[in-house]
């Protein structure tokens, strides 16, 4: 797959997620204009290969800000990290103003939760800037019966509308979608099936960092996320999105070497 000027292939690659909200659900994700070079600057020296800027939670019972306001919070943090880092960014936003906004002053990739659902411009103006696309399962409702055939229906609908808007088939990935319309069972076969949606053609994207299908309280969910990345590496899935970088290239690291 190609993010910005840089090919990611035959391996698992750690995408930081830096968050530009008060209210993300992991606090130690969170930052502001002030504190983003740094918690950049710290994500790359361990390992990772991707940043994710966020302006807008998405946790359970979030509320919604309006693309203005992902704007604002945006604007000045992802111009410096481009000034000052050589590494790709991804931008998670659903709305079209911000994608836009954000692929001008130079992300490299559109992160959206709903996979092109929300906003119809969405796979236009990703086509239009010729940048790469993670597209994620979500729905309005809860999953029922067998998940994997309602994720793979979703995703293929989705990755239609992105080729027919334009984007190129390398610049697409893919997300299942842990914590979105699933409970914790089903986010527990979806993580262990993981591999079934390479069937579908693209690169996977895996974001099980510290979510509730782990249990307990967040704090304590570094063990479950690195096994859950340990999991994705086994799978050949290309990206894991992570808040703890370290440990996790070094979980990795020890995948690989040991195949």
């Known amino acids: 797959m190609i993010i910005g000027g840089g090919i990611f292939k035959n391996y698992t690659y750690a995408m930081a997620i830096v968050n530009l909200t008060p209210d993300s659900f992991w606090k130690d994700s969170r930052t502001d204009c002030d504190g983003v070079l740094f918690r950049v600057e710290r994500a790359v020296k361990e390992g990772a290969a991707v940043i994710d800027l966020g302006a807008q939670s998405t946790r359970p019972g979030y509320c919604e800000v309006t693309a203005d306001e992902e704007i604002s919070r945006l604007e000045k943090p992802l111009a410096a990290i481009k000034r000052n880092f ?105 993580l262990n099936g993981y591999e079934r949606l390479s069937a579908l053609g693209y690169p996977l994207l895996l974001g099980a960092s510290r979510k509730s299908m782990f249990g307990g309280n967040v704090e304590d969910r570094l063990p479950q996320t690195v096994e859950s990345t340990r999991l994705a590496a086994r799978k050949k899935v290309l990206f894991v999105r992570v808040h703890d970088v370290a440990p996790n290239v070094r979980a990795i690291e020890e995948e690989y070497e040991r195949n």
Request: charged content about 25%.
């Open 86 to 190: 050589g590494i790709p960014v991804s931008v998670d936003t659903y709305f079209s103003k911000c994608a836009r906004a954000a692929l001008d002053i130079g992300a490299d990739m559109i992160n959206d939760v709903w996979g092109l659902t929300h906003d119809r411009d969405m796979a236009e103006v990703i086509a239009k800037a010729g940048a790469s696309v993670c597209i994620m399962h979500n729905a309005a409702q809860k999953l029922s019966g067998d998940i994997f055939p309602q994720i793979e229906s979703f995703l293929k609908s989705s990755v239609n509308v992105a080729l027919k808007a334009g984007i190129a088939k390398d610049r697409i990935c893919l997300d299942g979608g842990i914590g979105f319309a699933k409970d914790r069972e089903q986010n527990r076969q979806l």
